[in-house]
């Protein structure tokens, strides 16, 4: 960005106004320490709107994840991801590569959305760490999925994604995705009745590796780890039973 776009920003935004143009003035006296503290505001903007971007980025690659998954569309889903990256749906264990992880979708999705069937796949609550050099990140997410086929089934589930994410060639993909099954259950009766038992990993797909993580889903409560620290009492939550 130039140094017009990055003044024109600052004095757009208060904040950044204030902390950039009050270090300007307390160095009015001296030209050359105004020349290098305008130096050290230009580079700490630009970095702050860098980690933005990509956080943005990010976001909508994420959020694109989603609409496809809703009309089942495997290959759009696959070429969301990395050539090293890898998957794990629930149970299923960890699949490895881009080419594996388009199987897994293939075998989870099928062919794409058919008339009287419903896949929604929503995509909730993102919170997004980009690394401090721009090429790495890390995501939670919930996502509520309503599963059905008109006159014949209709099932809830729900569950958290704990996501990493690397910019390749200045693209963000998907380098390890994590979806957690919290609940699965049918619609009729409801949750509180009846629950579908979490899956393991299956003879028809067997997975690269074992699952790496080894849970229930409810009425049995698990809580995976966040990525992230208490913002406040640096602590983390969460982990294995």
């Known amino acids: 960005m130039s140094i017009r776009g990055i003044a024109a920003l600052a004095i757009a935004v208060p904040t950044i106004g204030a ?4 270090g300007l003035l307390a160095q009015e006296g ?33 959020r694109a994840y989603g609409y496809y998954a809703d009309k089942k569309l495997s290959g759009e889903i696959g070429e969301l991801f990395a050539e090293n990256a890898t998957a794990e749906i629930g149970g299923l264990g960890v699949f490895v590569g881009k080419a594996r992880i388009g199987d897994l979708y293939d075998f989870l999705l099928g062919d794409g959305l058919e008339d009287g069937e419903l896949f929604n ?18 995501g939670r997410w919930r ?9 014949e089934s209709a099932v809830w589930s729900e569950g958290p994604y704990e996501n990493e994410y690397v910019k390749e060639d200045g693209v963000w993909k ?21 629950q579908i038992p979490l ?23 698990y809580l995976p780890m966040y990525h992230y620290d208490n913002p406040i009492s640096g602590r983390k ?5």
């Open 121 to 138: 796949h929503i995509i909730l609550q993102g919170v997004v760490h980009v690394a401090p050099d721009g090429n790495t990140a890390r």
């Open 199 to 221: 899956d393991g990993p299956s003879p028809e797909l067997p997975p690269d590796r074992a699952p790496t993580e080894t849970y229930q889903s409810f009425p049995s409560a």
């Open 143 to 151: 996502a509520l999925i309503q599963l059905g086929e008109h006159g």
């Open 30 to 62: 001296d030209p050359t320490a105004r020349v290098t503290a305008l130096e050290g505001k230009l580079a700490a903007l630009e970095q702050e709107i860098e980690l933005l971007e990509n956080s943005k980025a990010i976001k909508r690659l994420q």
């Open 174 to 194: 998907f380098s390890k995705l994590h979806w957690y099954a919290t609940l699965t259950a049918p619609y009729d009766p409801g949750w509180h009745r009846a």
């Open 237 to 241: 939550a969460g982990g294995t039973p």
């Open 19 to 22: 902390a950039f143009f009050g």
